[in-house]
């Protein structure tokens, strides 16, 4: 992740298509004026997108009339929100307290060490992201590995590897 | 649909209602003579809920039973860990771990011959014993349904099914019948504190902003449920959504507001789409929007998710994020009952607070102030989850021993060769109770003073393997990646905590860092903005109340007497305990042990991946 704002404008990044500039821009367009809009917004474009490199945020800013500094600002604060290109499937393994006491933790260890990635990185294949979320309230199947969209649950360290292996 | 009238309601009342009674045991009254009853609610379909019900579906199709027999899928049922559950009426048998291979037999036995499958029932844990009926089942028969009445009963995503349940009355009611100071007044009989966890009094906090001048004021929902081991806003909100907008109407009309926003974890997508599901009915039966049910009151009703932040469970941080801001806390005074969301005049409650709205204006404050103790009204539920054998949310009265909730319903620690260690409460902001105040009454003060707190209710039991210096450090990371950064205390204070929790673990404490540890938790506590510096230090204190020797073992001795600090472990087998019986060795996930029969085991540290699978599988704590 950049650490400094670069203010020099940017170009955007070879992935971002005009397609998706495009959406952007019709996302831009259904909530300017809005008030609160900026959070949805930026929501909406990373699903588009698939991140938020500082271009398409410079790009935000300029359609919803607000200052660079404080997309950028937003985009920083929120867990949800990502800087840097994500792998095809993201796992994210929970480390709310029941499932860090039933092996969660175990079960993340193993995953770095098959991926050789660690949390909160994407492997080199841009196959896998891996994270690690707070709680996914699904305490009483601990511990739970989200793949995408799809909860596992009770997933032991042993379990994990063939878990991911599964997907391509 | 078309908007409805409160005569209407009470009509569609009536029709669902005869249809309802056979879940109460009454047969004969409505269209079906049986109703399945299967739990969709999360954890249920993380583990294959949604293909159970579609083959049950399919297989009461397929044997002509659909005029018969209804499928009904519901919220979370709250008996999570042996999902997919399914209750069947008018027996009331339940049914467990079903999955798609076994749905022609209870169909064909069942549903056809009227022949319950034995097999699929709840198996006592310490009798093993089969128990079919889910009233007889002690997690169910000790608890006490007021917030969670209407879970695993109904259809979340018909308003029907709501409304057979006298759904939208009491909004009725206090549109039509009540001035806006007889609700305040009759949430304030009811002695209701808010469930999110500070325990603040709900009437009152109403009346602040009841009284507060402005045209436009907001009413909001706290759904961020961050709370690590705690999803009871989720169940509800998965199982009963309709309960939750109903509460925020009346309290719309409480305070004259007409606009409201359900702040939600985006972490709860199905949470999300009922919800907003539930928010469309209402829409289309009048129940929300211009003029609802014709009495001239207006309430908007949208959600807002947020992007994970766990900080923005705190009020004025909420409302920050509503408005598209970094989610930071701003001092308070003025509180949000006089400058809230937009700086206007604003009252936020969480899940579980507004569940419990409706059955106070429809019973009266006098009811619900009969349940609970003298300090804390009403019932709570708790998400009772790590070490214990029913996992799930419990809800019982205010003033139960903790006992009653960790060994009969929670049906005690799930390995014999384990015992009891602790109850963590309360999550980052709260505390550990130790064995010996296991007794104590599940009520603020009694908490509080045990050293934990409420909190919003996530209760997470632990056996003696687990590390109470780790579990320390556990929630200290929580919190210092979760600090907004906003105020010095918190944000660099918290850092340094972890810091030192960190080289505990690893082995490298040094004489002084407990001492440090207590000055700078007393520093965070005094100086931090908001509740997440204040309390969190919290976790660390109550550990070294009531575990200060496990962390001097160490500080001093190198070791960790629950054997969980990897780096504390030497991983090797200590001869007079080990009993030869090579659990170790059958578990090692990298052949890194020698073990022959009648052999004590050896463990070789070149292959050692340091895992601590053998020590988790040893029952005779021989491998240190």
């Known amino acids: 992740m950049s650490l400094a704002y670069d203010l020099t404008p940017q170009e955007m990044p070879e992935d971002v298509t005009p397609e998706m500039v495009e959406r952007i821009d019709e996302i831009c367009a259904a909530y300017r004026g809005k008030p609160g809009a900026l959070i949805p917004v930026l929501q909406k474009c990373q699903e588009v997108v698939g991140y938020l490199p500082v271009p398409v945020q410079e790009h935000i800013a300029k359609a919803l009339g607000v200052p660079g500094h404080e997309v950028y600002g937003v985009t920083t604060f929120y867990s949800f929100f990502s800087m840097e290109p994500r792998g095809r499937h993201v796992v994210r393994v929970c480390m709310g307290t029941a499932c860090y006491v039933r092996g969660g933790k175990e079960a993340l260890d193993r995953l770095e060490r098959h991926l050789n990635t660690p949390v909160d990185t994407t492997t080199e294949d841009r196959r896998f992201t891996l994270e690690q979320v707070r709680c996914l309230g699904a305490c009483g199947v601990a511990p739970v590995v989200v793949v995408n969209q799809d909860t596992h649950r009770k997933v032991m360290a042993d379990a994990v590897v063939d878990l991911v292996e599964q997907y391509d | ?178 001035s806006p100071e007889d609700i305040v007044a009759e949430v304030k009989k009811s002695g209701l504190r808010g469930r999110g966890g500070a325990g603040f009094p709900t009437g009152l906090k109403w009346e602040f902003c009841q009284k507060s001048p402005g045209e436009i004021k907001y009413v909001l929902c706290n759904a961020d449920e961050g709370d690590p081991g705690a999803f009871m806003d989720r169940s509800i909100l998965e199982a009963d959504p309709h309960a939750v907008v109903e509460g925020m109407v009346i309290a719309a009309k409480a305070i004259g507001s007409h606009h409201g926003y359900v702040y939600c974890r985006a972490e709860y997508p199905l949470a999300v789409n009922r919800l907003q599901l539930a928010i469309d009915h209402a829409k289309e039966y009048g129940l929300l929007g211009e003029n609802i049910m014709g009495t001239g009151f207006d309430f908007e009703l949208n959600i807002y998710q947020g992007a994970g932040a766990f900080v923005c469970g705190e009020e004025t941080a909420l409302m920050r994020s509503i408005e598209g801001k970094r ?265 890194a042990i020698d073990w022959k029969k009648k052999e004590v085991a050896k463990i070789n540290l070149d292959k050692c991946i340091k895992c601590k699978t053998c020590i988790e599988n040893c029952k005779f704590d021989a491998i240190f």
């Open chain 2, 327 to 591: 989610g930071m806390p701003r001092p308070r005074p003025p509180f949000p009952a006089v400058a809230g969301l937009w700086n206007r005049p604003t009252i936020l409650n969480n899940v579980e607070t507004w569940a419990n709205i409706p059955q106070i204006i429809e019973k009266g404050g006098d009811w619900y102030a009969g349940i609970g103790t003298e300090d804390s009204k009403g019932t709570k539920v708790f998400a009772l989850t790590g070490h214990v054998n029913n996992i799930g949310l419990v809800e019982v009265p205010m003033g139960t021993p903790l006992r009653t909730i960790v060994y009969d319903i929670g049906g005690g620690i799930p390995k014999k060769h384990r015992k009891f260690k602790a109850v963590q409460l309360g999550g980052p902001s709260g505390g550990c109770i130790p064995e010996d105040k296991i007794d104590t009454p599940c009520e603020y003060a009694a908490i509080m003073e045990a050293g934990a707190i409420m909190g919003s209710g996530g209760m997470i039991v632990m056996d003696d393997s687990t590390c109470m210096v780790d579990m320390a450090r556990f929630f200290m990371d929580f919190v210092q990646e979760e600090s907004c950064g906003k105020c010095t205390p918190c944000r660099e204070g918290t850092r340094r905590m972890l810091q030192i929790l960190e080289k505990i673990c690893a082995g490298e404490g040094e004489p002084g860092d407990i001492e440090t540890l207590e000055e700078l938790s007393a520093t965070i506590q005094e100086a931090s903005l908001c509740g997440l510096g204040q309390t969190g230090p919290n976790p660390v204190l109550s550990t070294l109340r009531y575990f200060r020797d496990e962390y001097e073992a160490h500080v001093h001795d190198k070791t960790c007497p629950a054997r969980s600090c990897v780096a504390l472990l030497k991983f090797q087998v200590d001869e007079d305990k080990c009993k030869k019986c090579g659990m170790c060795f059958k578990n090692c996930p990298v052949d």
């Open chain 2, 1 to 178: 649909m078309s908007k409805i009238s409160i005569d209407q309601l009470s009509q569609i009342q009536q029709k669902v209602e005869k249809e309802q009674a056979l879940r109460q045991g009454q047969t004969g009254t409505g269209a079906h003579r049986m109703h399945l009853l299967i739990c969709g609610g999360t954890g249920c379909q993380a583990a294959g809920s949604i293909a159970v019900y579609e083959a049950l579906k399919a297989e009461i199709d397929k044997q002509g039973l659909s005029g018969e027999v209804a499928v009904i899928e519901t919220g979370c049922n709250g008996f999570c860990a042996l999902g997919p559950v399914m209750v069947t009426y008018p027996e009331g048998i339940f049914y467990v771990n079903l999955e798609e291979k076994d749905i022609p037999e209870v169909v064909e036995s069942h549903c056809k011959n009227g022949e319950p499958v034995e097999r699929l029932f709840y198996k006592d844990p310490s009798s093993k014993k089969f128990i079919p009926h889910m009233k007889e089942i002690p997690f169910f028969a000790l608890q006490e349904l007021i917030a969670l009445k209407n879970r695993s009963l109904l259809d979340a995503e018909s308003i029907d099914e709501y409304i057979g349940r006298g759904g939208y009355q009491a909004m009725a009611k206090a549109l039509k019948e009540m």
